[in-house]
C-alpha cells in the first residue's frame, strides 16, 4: 500500500493553488547504481518524473553534481582555505586530494522524453538547456546516465571516515535543484545548506554482497537481504568478492536520499511506542558496544516528547547510522560518527533526528534560512535533551531554562563585531564563526524570546500550528511569523524585522527608582539599545513580597496571553521612546530590590544594569 503522503501533498497542492498560496514542484526519482567497492566508483542510470506545478514555462533545469565540490581548485576547497577562519575538518584536504581520492560525477547523456539535451558540467552544477519548455501544470521526463567517483571522506560524504565506515553516501547523485516561487536555486556547492524538490525515490543499489546497507526510506527486497533485514544470514556464506546482491529502497514525500555501506556494520531493529520503526547501523567495538545497544531508550523517550510538542513524526522508519564527519541530517536518517559518550550519542541523534521537522518535512530553504532548520532544530534539541534528564535517562539534572547559556553567550557574541544578519545567505557569511553562531545559536534565540514576548501557551500552541499548517510547503520567515501572529493575537512583523535583517542589540537598564509625592516610587527605565523588546520585571519588596509586571510594547497590539509570571500588565512602551517612567506602583521605601527579565528569556547584552540597586 502506498504510502498516505502522496494522496496528503496533492490535497495540500491543491488547498495552496485554490488559497492562492504557494505551490511546490515534485520529482519522482527511479535509480540504479552498479558500485565498485575496489575502484570507489559507478556506474547510474536516472529516471526522473518532473512536474512543474509552477505557473512558469520552464527552459532549462539544473542538477547539483556535489562531489564535484571534492576536487583540488574548486569553489569548496579555495572557500575552505581563504575564509578567515577555516573549518578544521576541511582547510587544505581538497586541494591535497590525489586522483584516485577526489570525487567527480561524469554526465555521459540526458535527454528529455526520449530526445537529447544540451548540457554543460560548471563545477557542482549541471546547466540543461531544455529539448522542449515544460508548461505550467504539464510533466516530463529526464533520463541521465553518469559515472562517478566516491571521494575520500573530507566533508559529510566519502568513503573511509576516521572511524574506518566504508561508505557514507550523501550528495551522491545528480540530484535536481528547487524551482519555487522565489525562482531556480541552483547554488554552487562550498559546504553548507541544501534545498530539494519533494518527491519519492525508488533507488537500487548493487554492491559486494559482504556489505550492509542502510538508507533513507524502507527496503522493499528485505527477505532477500540477510544483514538484519530477515533471518538469512547473507555473510556466513562464502560467497567470491565478484558477487552482488541488489538492494532496492522505496522513500516516499521526501527531497533527498541518503545511503551508507560498510561490511561490519552490526544493524539492530526496534520500534518506539509511537509506533516508528527505528534502524541502528554501528560497527561493534569496546567504543560503540553499549552506548548504542542503550541508544533506542532514550529515542523511544524522545520521539513521545518531540511529537506531543512539535507534530507528529510522519514517516514509518528512521536510521540512525555510523559514517560521515560528526551528524549530518538526511530524510529518514542520519550520519553520525559514532565512537562517542552516551550523552553524546543521544545528543547527536536528537539533534539529527529533530531536523526531520524542520527541515525534513517542513523543507526550509536553508541556503537562504539556514537559522530557520538549524536554529530551531537547536532550540528543540536543547528541551528533548532537558526532558531525557528529567526522566533519568541522561545523567545531570534538568533545569528550568535550558536555553539560558545560549542566550547569554549569544549575547556576548554580538558585541564582538563579528555578527552578521541572519538574512545573509549562508554561502556568503566572511566568517564561519558568524555563520554558525546565526544559524545555529541566533535561529534558537529567536524562538526563546518569541515565548517571552507572546506566552509559553501561545507559542507551544503556534509551534504545532505552523508544523502543522506548512509540512511540505518550504515555509519561509514571514510565514512562521504569520502563524505566531495568528496564534497569539499579536503583531510581530517588528520582530521579525529587526531580529532577522538587523544586528541591533537589546539593553534594557533600570536607571533609578526616586521617591515622589506621598512617598510613591517612581522607577525610571531606559531603553539603551536599539533593540525594542517588550519588558518584564519583578519588584522584591522588604517584607519578602515580589510583585510581577509585563510592559507590551505599543506596537504589538497587544499584550502576552500567559499571566503566571504576571501581577499586572502596565501601560505600553512605544518603541521610539528611550525612557518609561511606572509612577506610584508600591511606596519607595518599601523596595528592596527591581529586575528586569527575572527569567533570563532574552538576549540582554548588560545584565548588570537590568537590576537595582547594582550589583557591587
Not at 514542484?25 to 547510474?44: K, L, P, S, W
Not at 529515542?299 to 560521515?324: D, H, L, R, T, W
Not at 503566571?564 to 502596565?570: A, C, D, R, W
Request: aromatic share 14%; hydrophobic share 35%; no cysteine.
Amino acid at each position: 500500500m502506498k504510502f498516505i503522503f502522496t494522496s496528503i501533498f496533492f490535497i495540500l497542492f491543491l488547498t495552496t493553488n485554490l488559497d492562492g498560496q504557494r505551490w511546490q514542484q515534485r520529482a519522482e526519482y527511479d535509480m540504479e547504481i552498479d558500485f565498485d567497492v575496489n575502484t570507489n566508483q559507478f556506474e547510474g542510470k536516472q529516471k526522473i518524473k518532473y512536474f512543474n506545478n509552477s505557473p512558469d514555462t520552464l527552459y532549462n533545469v539544473f542538477y547539483h553534481l556535489y562531489f564535484n565540490a571534492f576536487q583540488p581548485g574548486s569553489m569548496m576547497d579555495v572557500r575552505s582555505r581563504t575564509i578567515p577562519d577555516p573549518d578544521r575538518r576541511v582547510a587544505d584536504r581538497i586541494l591535497n586530494l590525489q586522483p584516485d581520492e577526489i570525487g567527480y560525477h561524469k554526465i555521459n547523456s540526458l535527454k528529455q522524453d526520449g530526445e537529447n539535451t544540451k548540457f554543460e558540467v560548471v563545477g557542482t552544477i549541471l546547466e540543461v538547456k531544455l529539448h522542449k519548455p515544460i508548461l505550467p501544470g504539464k510533466t516530463t521526463k529526464l533520463e541521465m546516465t553518469f559515472e562517478s567517483q566516491v571521494p575520500l571522506q573530507v566533508r559529510r560524504s566519502g568513503r573511509d571516515n576516521r572511524e574506518g565506515i566504508r561508505l557514507s553516501m550523501s550528495q551522491w547523485y545528480p540530484k535536481l535543484s528547487e524551482y519555487d516561487y522565489q525562482g531556480w536555486h541552483a547554488n554552487p556547492y562550498i559546504g553548507r545548506e541544501f534545498h530539494g524538490v519533494w518527491g519519492d525515490f525508488n533507488v537500487k543499489i548493487k554492491i559486494d554482497r559482504t556489505y550492509t546497507v542502510a538508507a533513507s526510506g524502507k527496503v522493499k527486497n528485505p527477505s532477500k537481504m540477510g544483514h538484519g533485514y530477515s533471518d538469512k544470514d547473507t555473510k556466513k556464506k562464502k560467497f567470491l568478492g565478484k558477487k552482488k546482491l541488489t538492494w532496492e529502497f522505496l522513500a516516499e514525500d521526501v527531497h533527498d536520499f541518503v545511503w551508507a555501506a560498510d561490511p561490519d556494520y552490526t544493524h539492530a531493529i526496534k520500534t518506539t511506542d509511537q509506533g516508528t520503526e527505528l534502524h541502528y547501523f554501528y560497527q561493534e567495538n569496546e567504543r560503540t558496544k553499549e552506548n548504542w545497544e542503550q541508544l533506542h531508550r532514550a529515542m523511544n523517550a524522545a520521539e513521545k516528547f518531540m511529537n506531543s510538542k512539535y507534530g507528529v513524526y510522519p514517516y514509518p522508519v528512521y536510521s540512525f547510522i555510523q559514517g560521515g564527519d560528526g551528524g549530518m541530517e538526511y530524510p529518514m536518517a542520519t550520519l553520525i560518527t559514532g565512537e562517542r559518550s552516551y550523552p553524546s550519542l543521544v545528543g547527536v541523534s536528537i539533534h539529527e533526528w529533530m531536523h526531520s521537522w524542520y527541515q525534513m518535512v517542513l523543507g526550509t530553504n536553508e541556503s537562504l534560512y539556514a537559522w530557520m532548520d538549524e536554529g530551531f532544530t537547536s532550540y528543540a534539541s536543547a528541551e528533548v535533551m532537558n526532558h531525557l534528564r528529567e526522566l533519568g535517562i541522561l545523567p545531570g539534572d534538568a533545569v528550568e531554562n535550558p536555553h539560558a547559556n545560549t542566550l547569554s553567550g549569544f549575547a556576548r557574541f554580538s558585541q564582538s563585531g563579528l555578527e552578521e544578519p541572519l538574512s545573509t545567505h549562508a554561502d556568503h557569511f566572511q566568517t564561519n564563526q558568524a555563520y554558525g553562531v546565526a544559524a545555529y545559536t541566533k535561529g534558537s534565540v529567536f524562538l526563546k524570546q518569541l515565548s517571552y514576548i507572546i506566552g509559553e501557551d501561545a507559542f507551544q500552541k503556534g509551534m504545532l500550528r505552523y508544523f502543522d499548517e506548512w509540512k511540505f510547503r518550504h515555509p519561509n520567515p514571514n510565514d512562521f511569523i504569520r502563524v505566531m501572529e495568528k496564534t497569539s493575537g499579536l503583531e510581530l512583523d517588528w520582530y521579525r524585522e529587526y531580529w532577522v535583517n538587523t544586528t541591533h542589540q537589546i539593553d534594557y537598564a533600570v536607571e533609578s527608582v526616586n521617591e515622589g509625592e506621598g512617598g510613591k516610587s517612581q522607577i525610571v527605565l531606559k531603553k539603551l539599545g536599539y533593540m525594542p523588546m517588550p519588558v518584564d520585571l519583578v519588584v522584591e519588596l522588604n517584607d519578602g513580597r515580589e510583585f510581577y509586571y509585563t510592559i507590551p510594547l505599543r506596537i504589538m497590539r497587544g499584550e502576552k496571553s500567559d499571566k503566571s509570571f504576571v501581577s499586572k500588565t502596565l501601560k505600553d512602551w512605544p518603541w521610539t521612546n528611550s525612557t518609561y517612567i511606572i509612577e506610584d506602583l508600591h511606596d519607595a521605601t518599601d523596595i528592596k530590590m527591581i529586575k528586569i527579565d527575572p527569567q533570563l528569556r532574552t538576549a540582554d547584552i548588560d545584565s548588570k544594569n537590568n537590576v537595582w540597586p547594582r550589583p557591587e
